[in-house]
């Protein structure tokens, strides 16, 4: 119908969507859509005031959305709408980012890195098209930067990845347990919501005045706050990286210049020290790799999504070949999801 205002769906799996969505959200509603959230895992506290809670699958149908967007590797099959995968992260270097399931149309991309696998992807399956739009979760990161304080402390955002065979947190734990105590750099640990405890324990036990954990979900605040980051191979660091800020990582699976790489417990003081004191080393090369991961630097990325989204729902599957079936992913969706409105 022409003129009818946009339904979309935004669908959440892991508590760390929320912040890739709403810069999404914030752009439909600009342009007079209604947005509503289906959250399989997450608790409906998660989500704020004003946003709408659709719980079953016959709500959904109900609602009947033009778009799913999803930032996680899935969606169930039978929601309509186009389906659009947003990404959860910019983990070029892990395995499964490149895996096509066969469950979306379209695949937003962040930059080249990822635009031309995944064109080259395309080509290949037939069943799904390509838009480079860059990332809405960090269109508020290129909002106006925050005053430091004369004088300051320096502060380090330390981000492992959850990754048993890649987490630094076993490693490092006593080594930053003696930074702390003898430096005066301030620490905030982020957590990847899937880190197992035995893994974060040992980081947990720290204490001092200028230690602290985060508990929130949102990651950008952090990111905002930091002057250092140090991680494994989480893909956090390419989120800060964006900021133009260095990245101190440990045993990454993907080393490059574009990163202060250190190996051994030992190094990492002497590491962080340095840039820290403004003696970076990866500086040029990290904006040369931020150039192809992620040139967007306007804060528009939702703007383009929807645009792309737009392009799609005009010209529809002309020239697509049908998706795969995903009976089992159909299946197991369909066994989980609850079927009707609950009535409590």
């Known amino acids: 119908m022409a ?13 760390y969507s929320f912040e890739i969505l709403r810069p999404l959200q914030a752009a439909a509603r600009a342009r007079g859509a209604e947005v509503a959230w289906f959250l399989n895992g997450p608790a409906p506290s998660h989500l704020h005031p004003r946003e709408r809670l659709l719980g079953s699958v016959a709500e959904v149908a109900a609602f009947a959305p033009h778009a799913v967007f999803v930032p996680g590797n899935e969606v169930p099959p039978f929601f309509p709408g186009l389906k659009v995968q947003v990404f959860h992260g910019f983990a070029i270097e892990k395995k499964g980012h490149f895996r096509i399931r066969g469950m979306f149309d379209l695949f937003c991309t962040f930059g080249r890195l990822t635009t031309g696998p995944f064109e080259a992807l395309a080509k290949r ?9 860059g990332w809405p979760k960090v269109d508020p ?15 380090i955002l330390y981000a492992p990845t959850f990754s048993p065979s890649l987490t630094s947190a076993p490693a490092l734990a006593d080594t930053i347990r003696d930074i702390v105590a003898r430096r005066d750099w301030h620490w905030t640990v982020k957590f990847h919501p899937k880190m197992a405890e035995e893994f974060a324990a040992p980081i947990r036990a720290i204490r001092g005045a200028n230690f ?19 991680t494994d191979t989480s893909s956090a660091a390419a989120e800060f990286m964006l900021l133009d800020k260095p990245v101190v990582a440990f045993r990454n699976r993907a080393p490059g210049p574009h990163l202060v790489t250190v190996d051994e417990p030992a190094q990492l003081e002497s590491a962080l020290a340095s840039v820290l004191e403004g003696d970076d080393p990866s500086r040029e090369a990290r904006r040369r790799y931020v150039q192809a991961m992620h040139p967007w630097r306007d804060g528009r990325s939702s703007e383009r999504v929807l645009d792309a989204v737009e392009a799609e729902l005009a010209r529809g599957r002309d020239g697509l070949r049908r998706k795969p079936a995903s009976l089992l992913r159909r299946l197991k969706y369909w066994r989980t999801l609850p079927k009707t409105p609950s009535s409590a």
């Not at 003129?3 to 508590?15: C, K, S």
């Not at 602290?212 to 140090?230: F, G, H, N, V, W």
Request: charge should be neutral; charged fraction near 30%; include cysteine.
């Open 125 to 133: 399956h037939g069943c799904f098209r390509v838009a480079e739009t």
């Open 212 to 230: 602290s954990i985060a508990t929130a979900d949102e990651m950008l605040p952090l990111l905002r706050d930091a002057d250092a980051m140090l």
């Open 3 to 15: 003129g009818e205002a946009r339904r979309y769906l935004m669908f959440v799996e892991l508590p």
């Open 141 to 155: 990161l290129f909002d106006a930067p925050r005053a430091r304080a004369a004088g300051a402390a320096r502060r």
